[in-house]
């Protein structure tokens, strides 16, 4: 079909996203699909709590690093979240400097824990309803949910595995604990390709237990038979363009190319620690080839080559934004609550759900340095799913491409950047600024 310019294209529901691990101490969203949840003064609260705590908390508090810190950072009840409420329990609330360290910016004592616990409602809040938190099925305490159906279905397909809640289906929770550890330490990348190894493993099983239930158990320890399952299980992953990690990635700026020899093999000794960790937490014989240092290369690899940005907007800037165009009456009502907390906010108020994400179409689009698409977040766009619009009209039949760089940038350093994805440009803009 033909589409006209700033048209939706198309919108693709994502293989396998990841948060940042430092953006999560920022937003609340859901651990599925990337939605804010909570509401408004939950988002505010908690962070104006997080603030409070100062850099050398934020360090012990990484929400997602390790259940023990969740539980320090929060003492959550999983009981509290039934009925949307985050957080009851906290007896320190009132006892934290409140407002902004670097600020100094002061709230009235217990004002952040009534923001946390629902007891105030700020002005206007209800124009910006958010879905209740839901709590993670496992126990972990890290991961919550927009919807009883986003949790049900990353328990199915990831996250059962990579829980560290007592329900967890990991073989050591320890042994997981470390490797998440070792993730966001280092890149969280190696986050991903678990959540890929996972969903193939989960898969593989799936296929297995309907496998046996069709043909019967005579064929239960057939190899020849597995093996066929996990190629089944491994067709999504198919899909995306594969070289290994440290042969792919990009040598940065501050590596000499005389060094890129040592660096690439530093890459591939972090990828086998990496490795070595999640095997240790997740191993299972019948998926064995999952766990070879190649193939994990080649889905790191995968995700280098072919990720997009996960960017979902703030509800909290667009509720600030509202009260500033309140008229003049009712906003200096308002601002008499909102002015002290958006001082104390500072000039990150309205930062945003950050991640970076795998997206199956996206994916297999080809690139053009004078692209007619794009990736691109629109103001109704509010979860974590990909979204390419039209950039110029589109004519049924022609391709749908999008740029892998700045397009922008002189042709022979666009060039250089697509070295990395394995071949050379020539689209018409290219071939017509060729030397």
């Known amino acids: 079909m033909d589409f006209q310019e700033e048209e939706l294209v198309l919108k693709d529901q994502m293989l396998a996203g990841n948060q940042h691990s430092s953006n999560k101490m920022d937003c609340l969203v859901c651990s599925f699909c990337f939605r804010f949840i909570g509401s408004i003064e939950l988002q505010i609260g908690r962070r104006l709590y997080l603030q409070s705590l100062g850099d050398s908390a934020n360090d012990k508090c990484h929400m997602g690093s390790s259940s023990h810190a969740s539980e320090d950072c929060y003492n959550t009840d999983s009981s509290d979240m039934e009925d949307g409420s985050y957080m009851k329990n906290h007896e320190d609330y009132g006892n934290c400097a409140p407002g902004s360290s670097k600020d100094n910016i002061s709230l009235p004592k217990g004002f952040i824990e ?35 159906s986003c949790a049900e279905a990353d328990w199915e397909l990831f996250h059962s595995l990579l829980c560290t809640g007592e329900r967890s289906k990991a073989l050591s929770r320890a042994a997981l604990l470390k490797f998440i550890e070792h993730a966001n330490g280092t890149n969280d990348i190696f986050l991903l390709a678990a959540k890929v190894i996972c969903s193939i493993i989960l898969r593989y099983r799936k296929l297995k237990a309907a496998h046996l239930e069709e043909q019967g158990k005579t064929n239960a320890n057939s190899k020849s038979s597995n093996l066929s399952l996990l190629l089944e299980a491994w067709k999504p992953i198919s899909i995306g363009y594969k070289r290994r990690w440290w042969d792919c990635i990009a040598l940065p700026d501050d590596v000499d190319s005389s060094d890129e020899a040592s660096f690439r093999m530093k890459i591939r000794e972090l990828a086998f620690t990496s490795l070595q960790l999640l095997k240790a937490a997740i191993f299972d014989s019948e998926c064995e080839p999952l766990f070879s240092l190649e193939i994990y290369g080649h889905i790191i690899g995968m995700f280098e080559l072919n990720n997009l940005d996960l960017v979902v907007a703030s509800p909290v800037e667009d509720y600030f934004l509202y009260i500033d165009d309140l008229l003049h009456g009712e906003k200096k009502e308002a601002e008499k609550i909102t002015r002290p907390i958006l001082d104390a906010l500072g000039d990150d108020y309205s930062i945003c759900c950050q991640g970076t994400a795998f997206f199956p179409l996206q994916s297999c689009m080809n690139h053009s ?67």
């Open 114 to 148: 009534s923001l946390m616990n629902g007891e105030l409602e700020l002005p206007f809040s209800d124009k910006f309803p958010l879905p209740s938190t839901i709590p993670c099925p496992g126990g972990c305490g890290e991961a919550y949910y927009c919807s009883k």
């Open 369 to 435: 340095c004078c692209p007619n698409a794009k990736a691109f977040k629109r103001e109704e766009d509010r979860d974590g799913q990909a979204v390419i619009i039209a950039q110029r009209p589109i004519c049924k039949g022609e391709e749908v491409t999008i740029s892998y760089i700045d397009e922008d940038l002189p042709y022979g350093e666009r060039q250089t950047l697509l070295a990395d994805y394995g071949f050379r440009c020539s689209c018409p803009k290219c071939l017509e600024e060729e030397p």
